[in-house]
């Protein structure tokens, strides 16, 4: 019966310091295989891939980027009007105690039931039951009443 043999993977930093070996050349890639482990055409591979990938660094234009383009600024208009909302949410409700800030959190179309629950400090869970409160049957109201008569 024959073991089946796995495949190395090797990662970038372990396939660039080979790769930088076989450039240099002081080795030939039968000496790097030995070294390495690594076959001599995969060493090959990761020679070619670093020439061929190094124009890149040094491409383009030097100097300082454009700060802001006109996405962004579109992107930070609707993030001050979202800071906003919640601001104005939490102005109203923050000096409130814990258990009536519960009260505050209800669903509005701005400020998500979560969101409101993460500014106010109070859990969903509980949020969520003050705003679906269970149903009493009546015989449990019933055997409150007689309790509270006894």
């Known amino acids: 019966m024959s073991e089946v043999k796995k495949r190395k993977v090797h990662g970038a930093d372990f ?6 070996e076989a450039i240099r ?8 295989r ?5 076959h001599p055409v995969q ?8 020439l061929d ?18 996405g962004d600024a579109e992107h930070l208009y ?15 409700v923050w000096l409130e105690p814990a ?6 959190i209800t669903p ?11 500014l106010a400090g109070v859990s969903r869970a509980t949020s969520y039951a003050q705003r679906h409160p269970k149903p009493v049957a009546a015989e449990d109201l019933l055997l409150l009443r007689l309790l509270d008569e006894e």
């Open 25 to 32: 050349g002081l080795k030939t890639l039968n000496k790097i």
């Open 34 to 38: 030995q070294d390495y482990g690594v």
């Open 15 to 20: 396939k660039a310091k080979v790769g930088l």
């Open 78 to 92: 609707s993030e001050i009007g979202r800071l906003k909302i919640e601001l104005d949410w939490l102005k109203k």
């Open 108 to 118: 509005l179309k701005a400020l998500a039931v979560v969101r409101q629950c993460q």
């Open 53 to 70: 990938q190094a124009r890149s660094l040094f491409e383009g234009k030097r100097g300082p980027q454009p700060a802001a383009e006109v």
């Open 43 to 50: 060493v090959g591979h990761w020679k070619k891939t670093i």
């Open 99 to 104: 258990a009536m800030r519960r009260a505050w």
